[in-house]
């Protein structure tokens, strides 16, 4: 009768044990959700009127192979028309999750822009499909008033046709698409005084153009795909508390 108890309450202590696990890698799993899907976002100082958004789509094309994608490689080059051909990158935001968050810091209507920055970081090219890397380059930022372009899947050793390409991006410059930035690193400061201004601010997608703005210019910088998160594109987007607009 003894041992029977005895292997009874053995079962129910590994019955406790087992329960306990269970719900201790239960939080766990939780803990990763709510990490993996909380918005891209940093404050500074405490401070939490600081957002940072990764584009979600970018490609560079190139002039010599006006019909071919991209899309899916690690880097975006800039370049003007040297050995191996003028390179465009177009990068597109998504800046409803700026407003998402401001609006539930300070209230709709409640906040205005500080400051709007595309950060790239420089990538070292190990093939010879780029342009070889210009120690001084000049880079101007025009903003496209078409989003309706598809980041597509090639790469620089299998491209693709399906994807943004050299035609369509010709294709969708007009004049009155305003170049708001220009730099000669991968720092780009925006007007936040300006029509894409307030288009951050509606929380609208917004589409990039970056050329070279001289025939000198040949810069590589790191895409989304690119396997490090840190080295990834960002717009960094900055608010205040301000009065109702």
């Known amino acids: 009768m003894a041992s029977t108890i005895e292997e009874t309450d053995e079962d129910q202590w590994s019955l406790r044990l087992a329960i306990a696990t269970w719900f201790s890698?239960?939080?766990?799993?939780?803990?990763?959700?709510?990490?993996l899907n909380a918005p891209l976002k940093l404050s500074t100082n405490g401070q939490p009127g600081l957002i940072e958004l990764h584009?979600?789509?970018d490609a560079f094309?190139?002039?010599t192979r006006p019909d071919e994608n991209?899309?899916?490689?690690?880097?975006l080059a800039i370049s003007g028309p040297m050995e191996n051909g003028s390179f465009e990158t177009l990068l597109r935001f998504n800046t409803a999750m700026a407003k998402e968050h401001f609006d539930a810091t300070y209230g709709k209507d409640h906040w205005t822009l500080e400051s709007v920055q595309l950060r790239l970081n420089p990538a070292v090219a190990h093939n010879n499909f780029f342009n070889s890397f210009r120690s001084r380059s000049e880079i101007n930022v025009q903003w496209l008033l078409h989003n309706d372009w598809n980041e597509g899947q090639g790469n620089p050793h299998h491209p693709e046709i399906e994807g943004v390409t050299w035609n369509s991006v010709q294709e969708m410059i007009d004049m009155n698409?305003?170049?708001?930035?220009k730099a000669s690193e991968g720092e780009f400061v925006f007007e936040v005084q300006s029509e894409l201004g307030e288009a951050i601010v509606d929380g609208q997608e917004i589409s990039l153009r970056l050329y070279a703005a001289d025939e000198r210019t040949a810069s590589i910088f790191h895409s989304q795909n690119f396997g490090a998160s840190n080295?990834?594109?960002l717009l960094i987007v900055a608010a205040k508390v301000t009065t109702a607009r």
């Open 231 to 233: 080295r990834r594109p």
């Open 55 to 57: 584009p979600v789509a």
């Open 70 to 75: 991209f899309g899916a490689a690690g880097a």
């Open 61 to 63: 094309v190139v002039s």
């Open 177 to 181: 698409s305003p170049i708001v930035s």
């Open 25 to 35: 890698l239960l939080m766990v799993l939780v803990g990763l959700l709510l990490v």
